[in-house]
């Protein structure tokens, strides 16, 4: 199984809703990233896990919060959200904890409204 | 900040000839890879080059990368309507649990029947 799911695809929540996303993959990966898109942007790294320890937040703000439960899983916990976050939230994966030694694998993203 | 820096920033081409893909960067890299996302989906992973390589094939991607003028470059040989999407190069930098991979702006590249 070398696929990531992402749920759910789409969501839209108001700026006081709590919500989350959820990553997960079976491929035995012992890296597991977020990455925040906006449309006609490269992707921008937001939280590294390795060993299902947060090794690397890239200065996110606290509305955003990880969680990593299990090596398999990993969530993203989103509260009092501003509209400009909106966006495409890709989970990825990838082999070992050395995040860049190897390939990653991406999930097919949660589009992100916020009204 | 992005690292990687593709050109041009689009391509259009005919259905069967190639396209050539350049990717320039700043720092020391322990690699570089190059991914493909159609619109609006996730990046899949194309090829993945070491700092101690030079060119890299796979199917029909060619990749090289010369470390002296901190650039890579992705041939795509016979294209088909279906090469169609935003291609990124990716450089992978940093030691341990700091390393990471940080994207360029991406490519559109549109192949015409």
């Known amino acids: 199984d070398t696929e990531v799911t992402q749920t759910p695809k789409h969501l839209v929540m108001g700026m006081t809703n709590k919500k989350s996303l959820k990553c997960e993959q079976h491929?035995?990966?012992?890296?597991m990233y977020w990455y925040k898109q906006k449309a006609k942007k490269p992707p921008e790294l937001m939280f590294v896990y390795s060993y299902e320890k947060l090794s690397i937040n890239e200065s996110v703000p606290s509305r955003f919060s990880p969680e990593c439960p299990n090596s398999s899983l990993l969530n993203l916990h989103l509260h009092a959200l501003q509209p400009e976050d909106s966006a495409l939230y890709l989970c990825?994966?990838?082999?070992?904890?050395?995040?860049?030694?190897?390939?990653?694998?991406f999930g097919p993203g949660t589009r992100l409204t916020v009204t | 900040s992005q690292q990687g820096e593709e050109d041009p920033q689009a391509l259009s081409i005919q259905e069967g000839e190639n396209a050539t893909m350049n990717c320039s960067y700043k720092t020391s890299i322990n690699n570089l890879q190059w991914y493909r996302q159609n619109s609006g989906r996730g990046l899949v992973h194309l090829i993945l080059i070491r700092s101690n390589e030079r060119e890299k094939h796979s199917g029909r991607l060619r990749v090289t990368l010369d470390t002296s003028k901190k650039s890579s470059s992705l041939l795509i040989t016979a294209s088909r309507a279906a090469d169609t999407a935003s291609y990124f190069c990716a450089t992978a930098g940093g030691t341990g649990a700091n390393s990471k991979l940080t994207f360029g702006k991406g490519i559109t590249l549109s192949v015409r029947p």
């Open positions: 990825a994966s990838s082999h070992q904890g050395l995040a860049t030694s190897y390939e990653q694998y």
């Open positions: 491929m035995g990966h012992r890296a």
